[in-house]
């Protein structure tokens, strides 16, 4: 379950957040007793950031970005897809695959976003987006010349404007994902401790080697 209250039907009075629980749910559905949307997600962004009416319609308006935005939609999908996997959100990195295929992109390309560095499925434009989109996720914006350079030699400055803006926004989309633990990344983090054997007791391991 995500770490926050979700709000269920009987509590909205925003006709916002009304309007995407009918779209989205289905008009007679409470989707925090009855969760679960088209693209198989459990829908529990929405009915977590309906806590807060100013936060759900700031954040349905940073969306609506793809109506003016001239880059490609693929390069936008792109880098938006590598932002998921980066960052570690399983719900970002999850639906834009699925949105990089209703594009059209193929498969195998889509498979290859989690391992860019040496595949052979981008062309140059393509994977000087991905490198961008590491610098500003992995690398925190610090971004060498060499990388901007091919951006340029392809986009004008309006479209690079455009990638940072979608692709930090879908980082920080990701990031509150995780945080939260709402959709995909409702899951336990998998990097825990693994006991040790029944017995072993308070062994120094360091010790045991200087003996050795």
Do not use: N
Request: aromatic share 10%.
């Amino acid at each position: 379950m995500p770490r926050l209250r979700q709000v269920s039907r009987s509590e909205v009075t925003d006709k916002l957040v009304l309007y995407f629980y009918d779209t989205l749910f289905g008009p007679d559905r409470d989707p925090v007793a009855e969760p679960g949307t088209a693209t198989g997600s459990p829908g529990t962004w929405w009915t977590t950031f309906a806590l807060r009416p100013a936060i759900f319609k700031h954040c349905v308006q940073g969306f609506q970005i793809y109506r003016t935005v001239s880059l490609d939609p693929v390069l936008r999908e792109l880098g938006q897809t590598r932002a998921g996997w980066a960052r570690g959100s399983q719900f970002v990195f999850s639906q834009h695959c699925k949105q990089m295929r209703a594009l059209g992109v193929p498969d195998a390309k889509v498979q290859a976003i989690a391992h860019w560095e040496v595949s052979d499925q981008f062309d140059e434009l393509e994977r000087a987006v991905l490198a961008y989109t590491d610098a500003l996720v992995l690398g925190g914006g610090r971004v060498h010349d060499e990388v901007f350079a091919a951006l340029r030699r392809h986009l004008p400055d309006e479209q690079i404007l455009e990638l940072t803006y979608t692709t930090c926004l879908y980082d920080m989309h990701a990031t509150m994902s995780k945080a939260l633990r709402t959709e995909f990344d409702d899951r336990d983090d998998p990097v825990v401790e693994v006991p040790a054997p029944e017995g072993y007791g308070t062994r120094d391991i360091a010790e045991a080697f200087e003996q050795g």
